[in-house]
């Protein structure tokens, strides 16, 4: 999917945005950032969407807030639009679409990754929400979907449980070098998910390289802010720009 940044580089009177502000947005509308809501953005996605869509990489608009745009205001902005690459260097697998999942993936449609979810149960998966950066695959067996992951992919496990954990992580370990592996659940739970991984011939190394249990070490077991320790450990540990 094509993707427009816009950028407030002037203004001269009211601005419902300061100077610098950005939005990155799509044919479907805003995913981030705001050049100032309302009007003035609906028609700041507007103008970008006919750019994407006549394949014009860039452009540069300056608008009469009350005599071009219809608001109040008595200012004029200037905005720039780009066209930019979707694509993020930052690959977050996501297994699992559950009730930490469901936050998790909110949450991390905000940061500047490429997000997979994968999960068996169709009707969990049609919970997650619909972003230009997530994708979502049906798979019974959850394991096979590494393959179809980058190298430099962050594993997530948020599954129903550790029969389900276990293939991933093992998959995952043996046959893969992921940067960051990590999955949910108790010190307890940790230390049969290492038993079990030894048991099947995964190195000592790779097994104590396991982030379990994921997620900094803050908060209750609401899923809402169990998805905020994980993403502090990712922020925390994501690769440098």
């Given at each position: 999917?094509?993707n427009?940044?816009?950028?407030l580089?002037?203004?001269?009177?009211?601005?419902?945005?300061?100077?610098?502000?950005?939005a990155?947005?799509?044919?479907?509308?805003l995913?981030a950032?705001t050049?100032?809501?309302?009007?003035i953005?609906?028609?700041?996605?507007l103008h970008?969407?006919?750019l994407?869509k006549?394949?014009?990489?860039?452009?540069?608009?300056?608008?009469?807030?009350?005599?071009?745009?219809?608001?109040?205001?008595?200012?004029?902005?200037?905005?720039?639009?780009?066209e930019?690459?979707?694509?993020?260097?930052w690959?977050?697998g996501?297994?699992g679409?559950?009730?930490?999942?469901?936050?998790?993936?909110?949450?991390?449609?905000?940061?500047?990754?490429?997000?997979?979810?994968?999960d068996p149960?169709?009707?969990?998966?049609?919970?997650?929400?619909?972003?230009?950066?997530?994708?979502?695959?049906l798979?019974?067996?959850m394991?096979a979907a590494?393959v179809?992951?980058?190298?430099?992919?962050?594993?997530?496990?948020?599954?129903?449980?550790?029969?389900?954990?276990?293939?991933?992580l093992?998959?995952?370990m043996?046959?893969f070098?992921?940067?960051?592996i990590?999955?949910?659940?108790s010190?307890?739970?940790?230390?049969v998910l290492?038993?079990?991984?030894l048991a099947k011939?995964?190195?000592e190394?790779?097994?104590?390289k396991?982030?379990?249990?994921?997620?900094e070490?803050f908060?209750?077991?609401?899923?809402?802010e169990i998805?905020f320790?994980?993403?502090?450990?990712?922020?925390?540990?994501?690769p440098?720009?």
């Open positions: 999917m094509k427009m940044l816009i950028t580089v002037h203004h001269v009177g009211s601005s419902p945005q300061d100077v610098g502000a950005r990155f947005v799509t044919c479907d509308g995913v950032g050049v100032g809501g309302g009007k953005e609906a028609r700041a996605i970008a969407c006919d994407l006549e394949n014009i990489k860039f452009d540069f608009k300056q608008w009469n807030l009350q005599t071009d745009i219809g608001m109040t205001c008595g200012g004029v902005v200037s905005l720039y639009f780009e930019v690459k979707s694509e993020s260097d690959s977050i996501v297994f679409a559950g009730h930490v999942s469901q936050q998790l993936t909110k949450l991390l449609c905000f940061l500047d990754c490429q997000i997979t979810v994968v149960r169709i009707e969990w998966l049609d919970k997650i929400p619909t972003h230009p950066r997530l994708t979502k695959l798979k019974e067996n394991s590494l179809d992951l980058p190298a430099n992919t962050f594993i997530v496990s948020v599954t129903m449980g550790h029969g389900f954990d276990l293939p991933i093992e998959k995952a043996s046959e070098n992921f940067p960051y990590g999955a949910i659940g010190e307890q739970k940790a230390k290492k038993r079990d991984l011939n995964i190195s190394e790779k097994v104590n396991l982030y379990c249990p994921i997620g070490n908060g209750s077991n609401d899923p809402a998805a320790s994980i993403i502090a450990q990712l922020l925390k540990l994501r440098k720009k």
